[in-house]
C-alpha cells in the first residue's frame, strides 16, 4: 500500500515571500504520478502541478515548482513570490500509473499566506 | 475544459432518511468515477472506485450496504447514503477521469456538504 505524509499541518508566510510544503511518500511501485493539489475555503479540489515519477525534471508551473527526489521519496513544493489567493489547504497526492487509479492523498498543510 | 458536477451541494437531513448525491460528467464520458469523502480539518480518503456497467470496489471499512454507488451511465455515479446517522455527517466529494489514464484529465466534482440531525 501507498502512504503520502506532510509533516507540516500549518504554515504562514508573508506576502510576496518563498514558500516550500513538504512531502514524502513510501511505495513499491517504479511507475507513478504525484500531484499537488490546492483546496481553498471553497473546497474545490484545484490540480496545482503534477509529476511524471519517470521524468526526472521537475515540473513547474508559473510561480509553483516542485522539487522531486525519487531515491528519497520526496516531492516538494515551491511556491514563489506568494499572493493572498495562495491560501488554502494543499493536499499531496500519489498515484499508480495505469489506467484510471485512485489518489492517495497526505494529510494536508494549511498555507497562510499574510498582507 | 471538462466539468464535473455535483449536486446536491449541501443537503441536511433526520437520522434514519436516506440521501442521494449525483456526480455527472458533464461533456465527456468517463468509465471509472471515485468516492471520497473529507471530515472537518483532515484529509480526503477514498469510499469506492465507481465502474460503469458494473459494481463498485469499496475500500476496507466501507459498508457497502450503507454506502449504495450506481454507475448506471457513461456521464453519471449516484452515491446514496441510506439510513443516515450523524456521525455519517460529511463533505463527500466525487471525481472523474476523462482520459482513462489517470494523470492527464483528473477532475473532481465541487463536493457535498451531508448534515445528519
Not at chain 1, 505524509?5 to 514558500?19: D, H, I, K, L, N
Not at chain 2, 475544459?1 to 440521501?19: D, E, L, R
Not at chain 2, 457497502?64 to 448506471?72: E, G, P, R, T, V
Request: net charge neutral; charged share 20%.
Amino acid at each position: 500500500a501507498q502512504t503520502v505524509t506532510q509533516s507540516q499541518p500549518e504554515m504562514s508566510v508573508q506576502e510576496a515571500e518563498t514558500v516550500t510544503l513538504s512531502c514524502t511518500y513510501d511505495t513499491s511501485e517504479n511507475n507513478y504520478y504525484l500531484f499537488w493539489y490546492k483546496q481553498p475555503p471553497s473546497r474545490q479540489m484545484i490540480l496545482v502541478i503534477r509529476q511524471e515519477a519517470y521524468k526526472q525534471q521537475n515540473a513547474t508551473e508559473n510561480r509553483f515548482s516542485v522539487n522531486f527526489q525519487k531515491a528519497a521519496k520526496s516531492f516538494s513544493l515551491k511556491i514563489s513570490d506568494s499572493q493572498l489567493g495562495d491560501t488554502a489547504m494543499y493536499f499531496c497526492a500519489f498515484m499508480k500509473r495505469g489506467g484510471a487509479q485512485k489518489l492517495v492523498f497526505g494529510q494536508g498543510t494549511r498555507l497562510t499566506i499574510n498582507p | 475544459g471538462a466539468v464535473v458536477s455535483q449536486h446536491p451541494s449541501w443537503v441536511i437531513c433526520k437520522s434514519g432518511t436516506s440521501v442521494k448525491i449525483e456526480c455527472r460528467s458533464l461533456d465527456f464520458q468517463a468509465t471509472t468515477m471515485f468516492w471520497y469523502r473529507q471530515f472537518p480539518k483532515q484529509s480526503l480518503m477514498l469510499m469506492a472506485t465507481s465502474n460503469e456497467g458494473s459494481k463498485a470496489t469499496y475500500e476496507q471499512g466501507v459498508e457497502k450496504d450503507k454506502f449504495l454507488i450506481n454507475h448506471a451511465s457513461l456521464t453519471l455515479s449516484t452515491l446514496t447514503v441510506t439510513s443516515a446517522h450523524p456521525e455519517d455527517s460529511s463533505f463527500y466529494i466525487c471525481s472523474a477521469d476523462e482520459s482513462g489514464t489517470g494523470y492527464e484529465k483528473l477532475f473532481f466534482g465541487s463536493g457535498t456538504q451531508l448534515s445528519v440531525l
